[in-house]
């Protein structure tokens, strides 16, 4: 038995209860986790591209996004990759063993400003994550936006997050008037060589840029979110630039050591001078305008 008291303290981890873990791929699982408090829960107000201190006790933390949205998160889902001592720790875990966290924190997505917009989701490998959340409100919320245009990309069939999800959407997205188009990059994948049999219209082999050239992106009254490796960013900034995008329409997310989450430890400082950003806390996410003035942003 958990005793569970709420702390007032932006500092002060709150225990979770795995309920359900998900494989992914061979490094990456899906952990659904559940406050063991239900005012934990009802103090737990969170936008999609905030994040969460997930930590192991006796080990550390590690900052995650969470990768689903709900008005009550009595259960978040949060899809991590196995790549260090932390995570190592987590992926060891299993169902019915605690995980501490604390948040959420940053700087979400703006959803209500971009109500009553298009919007156009850009996602490369593990940030399709952090942009489920996004593309989770925007279905519960439908009404309130124009039309949803999703771009993922991709290495392999097997190396797709989320894949019955994203499979689904692919097959059925027109009913929720959404167009989700996918890129791979494995020329020797099968199974991605017969989804494009499928719907060859709304698949590519190659990176996910190429998608720009299967359907017609207008910037009108319309958000670009991006979310992806560092290196894909400077590509399709660059074909939304082409496309007379501007800079304050183009939101992105940004990866640095966030470990206080609070711009206390000064791990995720960018820029220099009067335009320094703490990613944890005015971030981690940006417009392009913010990385256009803030040197080593992107």
Known sequence: MVRVEVIDNVLAPSPSRIIKIEKMTEIERLFHVKFLSRDLVERFVYRPGQFVEVGVTGVGEAPISICSWREEPEILELCIRRVGRVTNAIHRLKEGDLLWIRGPYGNG???EEMEGSNLLLIAGGLGVAPLRAVLQYALKNRERYGEITVFYGFKSYELMLFREEFLYLFREGDEQKLRLYLS?????DEKCKRLAE?????IVQGVVTKLFEKTEISPENTYAIICGPPIMYKFVVKELIKRNFKPWQIYLTLERRMR??????GHCIVGEGNSIKYVCKDGPVFTYWDALNTKGMI
Request: glycine share 16%; aromatic share 10%.
């Open 184 to 188: 791979y990059e494995d020329q020797n």
């Open 260 to 265: 206080c989450g609070i711009g206390k430890c």
């Open 198 to 202: 499928e719907r060859g219209e709304r």
């Open 109 to 111: 997505f703006p959803m």
